[in-house]
């Protein structure tokens, strides 16, 4: 079959495939639905090459530690995973999303584990509704994905706060009108791996919850 992907760079038609099994670790989903991507963008800028991204169909199965300053995931059974400090997950479009704080404005953002290198993205209609770009100097860089890639503008937030951690003085991009994902109107923005690092995050998408573990040593 067929189905219309969305990425940041906007919307292309691709194909649907099933192959017999999938195996990550522990796991192995039996006739997985797969969608072809184009990955290149994504593969330049990590500067590997990619065979896939494995999301919402696998983790929805488990519960993932993620630790992305060691480059470390690991796969536990929802049944049998030990307590954590949860808080409230939300699943927008099959995406995890979270509340977060910025310059005196709370909104919902969707985490995005897959962009390493990545501070935070704010999508076109929060920058619109916030006015986040009056009085604000930006220069513009270059980002892509699925669907190609786009110029969007850079520049200095003053606070963020994320799971009881505030940051100071991030660079953060801020998007220009588009049909792509960064168009999304039901979230403020993307939190990328930059900002997420000094967690090791718990996911458990079944039952809607996700925890912030902070680091040993680290009292911020």
Not at 82 to 110: I, N, S, T, Y
Not at 140 to 152: A, D, E, F, K, W
């Amino acid at each position: 079959g067929k189905i219309v992907a969305v990425g940041i760079g906007g919307r292309v038609t691709t194909t649907l495939h099933q192959p017999q099994t999938m195996t990550l670790g522990p796991v192995t989903l039996e006739n997985p639905v797969l969608m072809a991507l184009d990955l290149k963008p994504i593969a330049l800028a990590m500067g590997e090459d990619i065979t896939g991204a494995i999301g919402y169909n696998l983790l929805t199965h488990v519960v993932a530690e993620i630790d992305l300053e060691s480059a470390a995931i690991s796969l536990h059974d929802p049944a049998r995973y030990p307590g954590a400090p949860w808080q409230d997950l939300r699943l927008v479009g099959r995406q995890p999303c979270v509340e977060a704080e910025f310059e005196g404005h709370k909104g919902l953002f969707k985490l995005d584990t897959g962009a390493a290198g990545s501070v935070i993205d704010f999508h076109a209609p929060a920058v619109a509704h916030y006015g986040l770009l009056n009085n604000r100097a930006t220069k513009q860089r270059l980002t892509g994905g699925v669907g190609g890639m786009v110029r969007i503008h850079e520049g200095p937030l003053t606070t963020f706060t994320l799971a009881g951690h505030t940051f100071e003085n991030l660079t953060v991009g801020f998007m220009p009108p588009t049909d792509g994902a960064f168009g999304d109107t039901d979230t403020v923005g993307n939190i990328g791996g930059k900002v997420l690092a000094p967690f090791i995050l718990v996911t458990d998408y079944r039952n809607a919850r996700i925890a912030f573990v902070k680091r040993a040593g680290n009292s911020n």
